[in-house]
């Protein structure tokens, strides 16, 4: 279980001196590590409130996030770290590739026209730690 609890209400952390992470997940098979991670993330700091988290997501790991193929279980977790204020960035290259459209994917996700790696690169420019798990 979650120690901290989403609420619809909850918004992305907006103190400047808030830790900035960005998490890149590509890899099919790390979907829900990755999920796991920004829950544990998201608890260690204290709650949504004091961290922003970024979820850059790109190549076969999208596929799990369509709303005809994403599991109960991803839908629901996506969902809770989306209430807490996570933005999730889906790669537009891949989508193209797929064949997706972003209402294809899980409510939330927002394309990232200029592609995933760019996306991360600015995120690190930004001052984000990068993660990929």
Known sequence: AMAWRASAGTARADDPAAPKVAYHLSDVDKVAFVLGNIENHIAGEGGPQKV????????????????????????????????AGVALAAC????????????????????VSEGGVVRLARLQAEGYAYLRP
């Open 92 to 111: 537009g290259n891949t989508m193209k590739a797929q064949n997706v459209e972003v209402s294809d994917l899980l409510p939330g996700f927002v394309r």
């Open 52 to 83: 922003r988290i970024e979820l850059v997501v790109h190549g076969p790991a999208l596929v799990l996030f369509q709303k005809m193929k994403a599991t109960p279980d991803v839908s629901r977790r996506l969902s809770g770290i989306a209430a």
